[in-house]
């Protein structure tokens, strides 16, 4: 039984080295920043889950312990991932695009990331509901 244990431990390792080269090698090679935006957010991401996979179970079977180090690594890491890729986006957009060159924004009608307060007031003034 603990072989198998020890398969699972090492196949989360290789798991997470792949994920983890895949994502380095992508935010490497991609050619601009929203492409380059899915490697370290995506791959790195399930890279980092793998060892963490591995750690937890090597510590809950060989170790007869349950670590709570990995899953607070883990909740951190989902919980600051999509911020970190949400700021590198709208860093992008802000820096390569103004409201002229933008595509049109669908049925909102607007892009909440270069909207300004009187922007907002102009789109709700002539709305029936916009007294509330």
């Known amino acids: 039984m603990a072989s198998l244990f020890e398969f699972l431990v090492a196949a989360f390792l290789v798991m997470g080295g792949v994920f983890g080269i895949v994502g380095s090698y992508g935010l490497i090679k991609l050619n601009d920043p929203m492409s380059r935006l899915h490697a370290p957010t995506k791959a790195t991401t399930l890279g980092v889950g793998g060892v963490l996979l591995a750690s937890l179970l090597h510590a809950a079977v060989f170790e007869e312990h349950v670590s ?65």
């Not at 991932?81 to 002229?100: L, S, Y």
């Open 68 to 132: 709570i180090h990995e899953l607070m690594i883990t909740l951190f890491l989902f919980l600051t991932a999509p911020i970190t890729a949400n700021f590198i986006a709208k860093v992008h957009i802000h820096r390569q695009e103004t409201r002229e060159t933008m595509p049109p924004a669908g049925e909102d009608d607007h892009w909440a990331t270069h909207d300004k307060p009187e922007d907002e007031e102009r789109r709700t003034a002539g709305r029936p509901d916009a007294a509330q």
